[in-house]
């Protein structure tokens, strides 16, 4: 069974500092991953996806993630966060052959001004 | 735009009530999801419809029903309400393809007392 594991519930950064949330996936075949962003009292907002294209993801507000598949890693980025960065974000993966998907914990991110 | 919409934000109902939770999509997608949200644990999977009548189990259907009579439209069914449904709920609808994403409603936080 594929699972996604998120390292780290909650994340603290300054304003303008680097954000780096890590996600890793099992996975038996090649998986089609996503990053969302859930901010208070809404539901989730697909932040972006990798679909096998690029390894290399852009996605909006700044963010970006990266595929590793010698690592299983999709790990997201911003380089400068801003207060509105402020939610929660989720990993999550589906099996090339399936439509359902597998969400990581969460990860909590607080910006500190 | 995607809107998926969830009848209520906020629920309360009591032990052993059936309750009724319903989700409207207004974008022609196949597949419907619901979901429980828990703090720690992400999202879990309760049930999925690929077509209208059809449903899957998902990872934790226990507890619960559902029912999709119209394309547009899917319903989770708590039979019986116990204290530990008391969670967010969150549908979500998508077009049919691996690398289709998710689009989801704000949730409903349903506390069964």
């Known amino acids: 069974a594929q699972s996604v594991t998120q390292l780290g519930s909650h994340v603290s950064v300054s304003e303008g500092a680097l954000v780096l949330l890590r996600c890793n996936y099992s996975?038996?075949?090649?998986?089609?991953l996503f990053w969302y962003v859930q901010y208070p009292n809404q539901g989730l907002q697909l932040l972006l996806k990798y679909t096998s294209a690029a390894t290399l993801v852009k996605g909006i507000n700044g963010f970006e993630a990266e595929f590793k598949k010698s690592e299983t890693s999709f790990h997201l980025t911003k380089p400068s966060a801003h207060m509105s960065d402020a939610a929660e974000y989720f990993c999550?993966?589906?099996?090339?052959?399936?439509?359902?998907?597998?969400f990581g914990g969460g990860t909590r991110v607080l910006v500190k001004p | 735009d995607v809107k998926v919409t969830q009848s209520s934000r906020y629920l309360v109902k009591r032990t052993g009530e059936k309750v009724f939770l319903e989700c409207v999509q207004d974008?022609?997608?196949?597949?419907m999801f619901w979901y429980r949200q828990d703090p720690g644990l992400g999202l879990r999977l309760i049930y999925f419809?690929?077509?209208?009548?059809?449903?899957e189990k998902g990872d934790i259907p226990e507890g619960y029903s559902v029912s999709r009579e119209k394309k547009e439209r899917f319903s989770l069914i708590l039979e019986s309400a116990s204290t530990n449904q008391t969670s967010m709920y969150l549908c979500a609808s998508s077009l049919w393809g691996d690398n289709q994403p998710q689009h989801f409603g704000d949730g409903t936080r349903l506390s069964i007392l």
């Open positions: 996975s038996s075949v090649p998986p089609y």
């Open positions: 999550a993966v589906r099996k090339a052959a399936g439509n359902k998907l597998t």
């Open positions: 419809s690929y077509d209208v009548k059809m449903k």
């Open positions: 974008m022609d997608h196949e597949n």
